[in-house]
């Protein structure tokens, strides 16, 4: 089955860049899709990129993908303390239904 | 546009009995998506619906069921309850157009005692 990997935890000063990593394992999925978390609240969409793209930007988040590796990542350019939250990668490999990371806890030190 | 909105927010149930959720899509949204978020085992797929008919279920016991209703609107029930039905149900809508990205709602937190 789908297994969308990511590191657990992440550290970062306020003002720097963040980068949150993930790989997943379907190379059919048409899209995937970064989502955060804050505490007590669902998920909410930040970007997503289609498979057939190497970056996208939007405003401080660029994503990067590299299909070869099946490794997709989240820049998120000077972070604030309300960037702190959980970070989900997902891949929709066919099917309408996404298969997520473990998901990313980003704390931002002011 | 409203977001998806999802009812009850809380629920507190005992170990046996049963419970339905339900959620409302952003409009014009047809598919509805259900996942269960638990500290264990993370975001899991339930099931989705679109116009009025499963199109795709998660491996989940035949306890968890769903349904849609003409106007997109899903319920999911899950009846004789365990401790381990405890979790946030997450809904999600999307619109069968481009990228058919899933925006979700606030999620219910139920709890089974």
């Known amino acids: 089955g789908e297994d969308v990997e990511q590191s657990l935890f992440l550290s970062v000063r306020e003002g720097d860049s963040s980068v949150i990593n993930c790989t997943y394992t379907?190379?059919?999925?048409?899209?995937l899709y970064w989502y955060k978390q804050e505490p007590g609240a669902g998920l909410q969409l930040l970007t997503y990129?289609?498979?057939?793209?190497d970056m996208k930007q939007d405003q401080r988040l660029t994503v990067l993908l590299n299909k070869k590796d099946k490794h997709l990542s989240l820049r998120i350019a000077d972070t604030q303390t309300g960037d702190s939250a959980i970070y989900f990668c997902?891949?929709?490999?066919?099917?309408?239904?996404?298969?997520f990371g473990t998901g990313t806890r980003l704390t931002v030190i002011p | 546009k409203a977001g998806v909105t999802q009812t009850p927010r809380y629920l507190i149930k005992t170990r046996g009995q049963q419970v339905t959720l339900s959620c409302s899509p952003i409009?014009?949204?047809?598919?509805v998506s259900w996942y269960q978020q638990t500290p264990g085992q993370g975001l899991q797929f339930l099931f989705e619906?679109?116009?009025?008919?499963?199109?795709n279920k998660g491996n989940f016991p035949g306890r968890f069921s769903g349904r849609q209703f003409s106007n997109s609107r899903s319920e999911m029930n899950v009846s004789t309850l365990e401790l381990g039905d405890s979790a946030l149900y997450l809904c999600?809508?999307?619109?069968?157009?481009?990228?058919?990205?899933?925006?979700f709602g606030p999620g219910t937190r139920l709890t089974v005692l």
């Open positions: 999600a809508s999307s619109s069968p157009q481009g990228s058919d990205t899933q925006y």
């Open positions: 379907d190379s059919s999925s048409t899209y």
């Open positions: 990129i289609f498979s057939n793209m």
């Open positions: 997902a891949e929709k490999p066919g099917a309408n239904n996404l298969f």
């Open positions: 409009s014009g949204h047809r598919s």
């Open positions: 619906y679109f116009s009025e008919t499963q199109r």
